[in-house]
């Protein structure tokens, strides 16, 4: 099965601080149809997970530009540009390229 | 809108099977896929396994020896089953479709 591992596992940030999280595979995330689906969810506390990017860089309907995504093949970062306290909770990035899915092990994003 | 609702017992005793159900609105199930994700107390997210539009399924492969989906397309459900239950399976399980929309999740509780 695909390894996703996150870094940091914890970050610190001030309302209005840019962040970055990580996700690196443990194999390509390209699929043979050309396609990289690699999305980044959000876990606020006591909530399921919200889809925030979609497939390394599109943004899901609704969510604030501020939230960016890059990457390709086996690297991957999730850009937050100006947190602001609604951001906080978990992030994972997540994996449909192979089967079975899987999820990175999470970012917990906490107020400094 | 696309809605999803989990629902099942929230105690089960250990060595016993785990029936879960999730109905959906808003869509088919012969157009959509529907993941089944967990998520054990102060942990990550785990992939469990999905049924696709077409009706196969890929598992996890850490559970898939205990483990089967199915649905029932007429009353748009579908169906988790778990077998051997044990403590570590304590968890929030989520259905999802393709991690865009999320049920609002069960808490399920394995008791020894």
């Known amino acids: 099965d695909v390894v996703l591992t996150q870094t940091p596992p914890t970050l610190s940030a001030t309302i209005g601080q840019s962040v970055s999280i990580s996700c690196r595979s443990s194999?390509?995330?390209?699929?043979?149809?050309?396609?990289?689906?690699l999305h980044w969810l959000l876990q606020r506390p006591g909530q399921s997970p919200q889809l925030l990017i979609y497939s390394v860089s599109r943004l899901e309907s609704g969510v604030p530009n501020r939230f960016s995504g890059s990457g390709s093949g086996t690297d991957f970062t999730l850009k937050i540009s100006g947190v602001e306290a609604e951001d906080l909770g978990v992030y994972y990035c997540?994996?449909?390229?192979?089967?079975?899915?899987?999820f990175g092990g999470g970012t917990k994003l906490e107020l400094k | 809108q696309v809605q999803l609702k989990e629902s099942g017992p929230v105690l089960v005793q250990a060595s016993e099977t785990l029936s879960l159900t999730c109905t959906v609105s808003?869509?088919?199930?012969?157009?959509?896929?529907v993941i089944w994700v967990r998520q054990p107390p102060g942990k990550g997210l785990e992939w469990m396994g999905i049924i696709w539009r077409n009706g196969n399924t890929d598992y996890n492969s850490a559970l898939k020896s205990r483990l089967s989906i199915n649905r029932d397309t007429s009353k748009s459900q579908v169906f988790l089953k778990m077998n051997s239950l044990q403590t570590d399976d304590t968890a929030i399980y989520y259905c999802?479709?393709?991690?865009?929309?999320w049920g609002q999740g069960v808490m399920v509780t394995v008791s020894s």
């Open positions: 999802t479709v393709g991690v865009t929309y």
């Open positions: 997540v994996q449909g390229t192979h089967a079975p899915w899987t």
């Open positions: 194999q390509s995330l390209l699929h043979s149809n050309g396609n990289t689906y």
């Open positions: 808003g869509f088919s199930l012969t157009n959509y896929g």
